[in-house]
């Protein structure tokens, strides 16, 4: 009978305790879905809501006087469609061929029979800690004749050093009974790659995508260092840095009193904050509508190309 009692009273503790677990795992995943979402949801009510009225603060999460003059704003300059364009032209290539030439790269260092793998895989994980510089690269840049070319955006960063470590591992994780077999069918390297490599990598590959993806799309600097004379080869990127540079030189003299004095005079004026606002919806949208489609991926090729074997 003291057993019973006491096989009675543990599922009874172990029923309370995970209903108590339950209750407060909730909670959290709620509270932590609140602070990543407030942000954003706050930055999108502002840039829904008229800039002067935005500098009075207290918007949260639903603007106070709607307009769609922000927008207008931002998407009436004539450069911003040509680099919306050469911004999506740039981010598919770029994760197409960085992809691609890191994943044959991962296969090659990953074969036990590759006589170099040892140097070379040494060689590339050396520039993850030392690096030429800013003007060793632009030099570098300036002497292949990639300056003022599109290809400045896709060929530095064919391959990720970073990424090919992540999809050497998964590939090492691969069954090699499946090389060998294919081997002895007459299969080659390639043929081993195309086949069997890249369809059971999805996973890893398509984590590695949404890395390169976000790295190509939010890309602006190396505009500003290689093509910064070339306005048809300007990205989305940089055209919001530059419109929200313009926007604080043109407030720059001004305070929130003097606009709130001209507010009825000026109901569709812009400001650094609501412009900041509006870029940040602009540059994170594309990306965000992207991710879903990646998300079943994401999990399980990070996990097990961070874990060989």
Known sequence: M?????????????????????????????????????????????????????????????????????????????????????????????????????????????????????????????????????????????????????????????????NLIVIRSFIEGIPESLFESAKIDGAGDFTIFIKIVLPLSLPVLATVSLFVAVYQWNSWFDVFLYNSSSANLSTLQYELMKILQNSNASMSGKTAADAFANANASANMVSPTSIRATMTIVASLPIIMVYPFLQKYFVKGLTLGGVKG
């Not at 009675?8 to 709620?30: E, P």
């Not at 602070?35 to 809501?49: E, G, I, K």
């Not at 260092?109 to 140097?119: E, G, M, P």
């Not at 690269?137 to 064919?158: A, Q, R, T």
């Open 2 to 162: 003291a057993q019973k009692r006491f096989f009675k009273a543990t599922r009874h503790y172990s029923g309370v305790g995970d209903y108590l677990f339950d209750i407060f795992n909730y909670t959290f995943l709620v509270l932590l879905c609140v602070v990543m979402l407030y942000p954003f949801l706050n930055q999108l009510a502002v840039s829904l809501n008229e800039a002067s009225d935005s500098l009075r603060g207290g918007i949260y999460l639903w603007p106070r006087e709607f307009t769609w003059a922000n927008y207008e704003h931002v998407f009436g300059e004539a450069s911003i469609v040509n680099s919306f364009f050469i911004s999506v032209l740039r981010t598919i290539i770029g994760t197409l061929t960085s992809v691609l030439g890191t994943a044959m790269v991962a296969y090659t260092i990953s074969r036990k029979d590759f006589v170099l793998k040892k140097f070379v895989t040494i060689a590339f994980v050396l520039t993850m800690y030392f690096n030429g510089g800013l003007i060793p690269n632009y030099i570098l840049v300036k002497e292949l004749n990639l300056l003022d070319s599109f290809w400045v955006y896709i060929i530095p960063g064919i391959i990720g050093v970073f």
